[in-house]
């Protein structure tokens, strides 16, 4: 891929994320029982009635969220850290996509996908999969595997400087055996 479609790609991939977790992050320490249907109708995932549960939600939903968010920032506008935030996301959204599809395989679950802006009752892992998790890491795959590769050494380059080394060495060995020692 073209390194300027890359990076442009890229940079719009993470900023994009960025407004996902990072909004969602906010809201979710703001208003915990976001997860409980309060906030969204039809996103009734937990039953938040302890404030261990809330403070729970406010911790990993709200902070560990604003935290990627602020990281795909990160790697959306500076360069030396975008092939780490991009390998981030690859990992974390295809572990979020396939322990999703486990759980609802493991929970004979009827259906895998929904193609829907709006959550009904039961569905709301079926809405993740298809809507964000699924198409956001075939994305990030594609990003990556297509990432234009940097100059660099690969092992044929290595073994000729090795080879290279080796004989310089041998010559200087010869070199120091001519010389008279005084």
């Not at 009734?44 to 560990?64: K, Q």
């Not at 690859?90 to 979020?96: D, I, S």
Request: charged share 15%; with cysteine; proline share 6%.
């Amino acid at each position: 891929m073209n390194p300027t479609w890359h990076r442009v790609l890229t940079q719009v991939f993470l900023a994009i994320n960025s407004l996902f977790w990072l909004p969602w992050g906010i809201v979710n320490l703001i208003w915990p029982k976001s997860w409980s249907g309060q906030v969204i109708p039809g996103l009734n995932v937990y039953i938040l009635s302890s404030p261990v549960a809330r403070t729970e939600v406010r911790a990993m939903y709200g902070g560990l969220q604003i935290a990627i968010g602020i990281f795909a920032l990160i790697g959306a506008f500076r360069p030396k850290h975008r092939d780490s935030v991009l390998l981030f996301f690859v990992l974390a959204l295809t572990g979020l996509a396939a322990c999703r599809l486990g759980g609802m395989i493991a929970e004979h679950e009827k259906s895998y996908l929904s193609f829907s802006t709006k959550i009904a009752p039961g569905r709301y892992n079926q809405v993740g999969l298809a809507m964000y998790e699924l198409p956001n890491a075939i994305f990030a795959w594609v990003l990556l595997l297509l990432r234009p590769r940097r100059p660099g050494m690969d092992n044929t380059e290595i073994d000729d400087l090795r080879t290279e080394n080796e004989n310089l060495r041998s010559q200087l060995t010869s070199r120091e055996a001519e010389v008279p020692a005084s």
